[in-house]
């Protein structure tokens, strides 16, 4: 940008072709802009409190804006009277967070109060505000209107006053400070010199309230180790005697407690002597009732056993075993014929055989049927 500077009464050069005058030092609004930009900072007035604040109005989800006067980057709005604000429909399903912004239009050419809506989410957070270092908007922000799910009507507790804060509006303060430095030096020279003197007549005072101040703390410091020291004493010596007491009772009361389970444990121990004693005696009469009323029918079982075997046990009981395989061998042979075999004997008992000495054989069927 190059150099500039205003503002001057300008002199006509010209005439345009619209016939409006051409001047030598016509400047636009930004010039002015500039100017304030670099006095006094973004915000609403501190003064009064309600400038530009932002009310429930009571009713549906309707603001009221008091009257106030805002800066937004060099360019001011000014408003007399109540204004009045309406909300979007409030969220059904999640919450929101609307501002109410005070917007510099450089499109319009026009500083606005407005509600930018937000977007509703289980954690909401407001809208984020426009503020290019050049561009076609910046915004300030003069309060978050938080909605809930469904909500109807918008209550005070639901707006956050963020006029104060400087990091999205702020107070319109002056951007230059001035000190004159030699008023400034008096000042502090004359409050060193007041404080000098009252700190040398009041220091005599400091010192006396600090001794009486310390030898008062001293004497109820000791008074209360005196008393503290007689009362732990006292303490000591009734726990003492109360446990030398309890000691006394207890040793008593486990000496009575020896003594009866001593006599309770030698009379089980006879008990138990006398029954293990009786169930010894009645098992060794039962072993010795069974010897007698048993041995003899073993030794005759033995005997008749020993008269089947003979002399030569292990033969005579391999025959009978190989006569038993040949009986179910022979029945397992007929059951699978399905005809039922047998030898032929005489009235006298003996088996009729053939030419070689072979006993015929007579068969019919298991079912009943020929085959």
Known sequence: MAFRFGYFDSEITGIDDEGMPIFDRAETSDLFALLFANLVSDGVLALPSNCFRVRAAGNGLN?????????????????????????????????????????????????????KTGIEAANPVPPELIRPAAGDYFELCLANIRLTAGQKVITQSSITDTRPDSAVCGYITQLID?????????????????????????????????ADAFKA???????????????????????????????????QQG?????????????????????????????????????????????????????????DPAGKLQIQVDALTAQLEDTQSMLISGMVRAKLKTDQNDFITDSTGKPLLIGWPICGCNK
């Open 178 to 210: 001035h000190l004159d430095t030699a008023v400034f030096f008096e000042q502090l020279n004359k409050f060193y010199e007041e404080f000098v003197d009252k700190s040398n007549t009041s220091y005599k005072e400091f010192t006396q309230m600090a």
């Open 63 to 115: 603001l009221e804006l008091d009257p106030g006067f805002g800066m937004v980057k060099g360019h001011f709005c000014y408003n007399d009277e109540v204004d009045h604000l309406t909300i979007e429909s409030a969220p059904q399903q999640y919450n929101r967070i609307d501002r109410v912004v005070m917007r510099c239009n450089y499109l319009e050419r026009m500083v606005e109060i407005l509600i």
């Open 217 to 251: 703390f001293t004497d109820d410091i000791s008074q209360y180790i005196a008393t503290l020291k007689q009362d732990s004493t006292d303490a000591y010596n009734n726990l003492l005697n109360t446990m030398n007491s309890f000691y006394t009772t207890l040793s």
């Open 255 to 311: 000496k009575d407690l020896h003594d009866q389970y001593s006599a309770e444990l030698s009379e089980y121990l006879t008990e138990l002597e006398t029954k293990g004693n009786n169930d010894l005696l009645a098992i060794t009469q039962q072993l010795i009732l069974f010897k007698s009323t048993n041995e003899a029918a073993f030794l005759e079982w033995f005997e008749h056993i020993k008269g089947m075997l003979g002399e």
